[in-house]
């Protein structure tokens, strides 16, 4: 009996044995259990390994991945606040904001004014590894002088194409007249509400190719043809701009076809009205805003398409008309009408269809002064009548017939 189990214990397995394949099942009972365990424990291991795998492949960091190029585009539809923050991501991110070819600094992104000057402070006086091409500076309030002129150097020595500051106040802000003579500068936007009066006598950048003036003073001193070396300037914007020491404004551009003038109304009211000279032969669009003045020029205007007229009524500060008043809007707008006759498209404001609605028989006294008009937007209030007289309709549209005639309801 013993010599039977001895022999159990040491048996060897036959040459078909060994061809057997290993299987759980072809082990011996006692030792199934254990094993089937160990697989499943292995199995189970296995696939959440897998699992990670796959759930770390969803999360990789494919931001990083791409082009330089490609993230400096993408970082420069930021505020540099946010963007120098991307410096915390990994070690790739850790100097990647200081090659940024665009810089946006904006005071309504912080808390504090102190906060903000610290910061552009502290940005621009770091060592720049690439040429910035476009800079951003918007601040309210008083911007100290030292401020202003560093972002102002900054921006030249690095030879910026587009260049915009809107500042509110600032007691010297001569170092302005610096961004008026830089030679890199393709698109120029200067906002200030003090009156800006450091322009040079004439602009000669021969890159320029926008111009945004807003709140500034044009004197005496400057040249007839202050846009005239400006050989590539094709959009031209003057924002509540003052020219009240000019009684003439010549503007002249080869190149120039876009053209807005919004004028503040309080300055021109009971003193000198600036007469206006206009010679761009290509221009194709002009927006007038605010009092018309007395005598515009702009019959070398022949390729002019589109035209938008909007005055500020004297009535919005003093409450009231004047007879004379009266008759000098209604000269200075007839006057208009006739230099601007080639536009193919024309958009009235309110006022000024009241203005003309407050003479009757106007037909009969002017010729209608647009002879290629095709299409006529006017803007109407709904607080007051929004019938179009007969007349206004026939003196703006006797020349043109077959007009599309819309009308744009406002409150």
């Known amino acids: 009996m013993v010599g039977q189990e ?23 009972k006692q030792m199934n259990s254990g094993a089937l365990k160990k697989a499943k424990t292995l199995k189970k291991a296995k696939t959440g390994a897998e699992e990670e795998e796959v759930e770390e492949k969803k999360y990789t960091d494919r931001l990083s991945t791409l082009p330089k190029d490609l993230i400096h585009h993408i970082l420069s539809f930021l505020d540099t606040k946010f963007a120098a923050q991307t410096c915390l991501l990994s070690k790739r991110w850790r100097s990647l904001w200081t090659s940024l070819p665009n810089l946006a600094f904006y005071s309504s992104n912080y808390r504090k004014l102190a906060f903000f000057d610290k910061f552009v402070s502290r940005v621009l006086g770091l060592c720049w590894k690439s040429d910035v091409r476009d800079f951003h500076f918007d601040r309210p309030g008083s911007t100290r ?176 008309w004047r007879s004379e008043d009266e008759k000098y809007v209604v000269s200075a707008l007839i006057n208009v009408f006739q230099e601007l006759g080639n536009a193919k498209s024309v958009t ?22 647009f002879s290629n008009l095709k299409y006529l937007k006017l803007k109407l209030q709904r607080s007051t009548n929004s019938t179009v007289p007969y007349d206004v309709m026939a003196y703006l549209l006797n020349c043109s017939p077959g007009v599309d005639v819309v009308r744009e309801f406002s409150d």
């Open 6 to 28: 001895c022999r159990k214990l040491h048996h060897r397995p036959s040459t078909e044995e060994k061809k057997r394949p290993f299987t759980i099942d072809s082990m011996p």
């Open 145 to 320: 002088a030292a401020l202003l002129k560093k972002l102002v150097n900054y921006a030249i020595s690095h030879k910026v194409e587009r260049l915009s500051i809107d500042i509110y106040f600032c007691k010297n802000p001569e170092f302005l007249y610096n961004i008026f003579i830089c030679k890199s500068l393709k698109h120029i936007k200067v906002t200030t509400v003090f009156e800006f009066e450091g322009l040079p006598i004439s602009l000669n950048l021969p890159a320029l190719t926008t111009l945004h003036l807003e709140g500034v003073t044009f004197c005496k001193s400057q040249s007839t043809d202050f846009f005239s070396n400006c050989l590539n300037l094709k959009s031209l914007k003057l924002i509540a701009c003052d020219f009240s020491d000019l009684e003439t404004f010549n503007l002249s551009s080869a190149e120039l076809a876009y053209l807005t003038i919004s004028r503040r109304n309080h300055l021109y009211w009971g003193g000198n009205i600036c007469n206006f000279v206009i010679s761009a032969p290509k221009l194709t669009s002009l927006n007038l805003k605010g009092f018309p003045p007395n005598q515009l020029c702009a019959r070398s205007v022949l390729s002019l398409e589109k035209v938008e007229l909007d005055i500020f009524r004297p009535g919005d500060i003093f409450n009231k």
């Open 348 to 369: 009235l404001g309110s006022y000024a269809i009241e203005i003309l609605s407050m003479f009757p028989g106007l037909p009969k006294h002017q010729p209608s002064p």
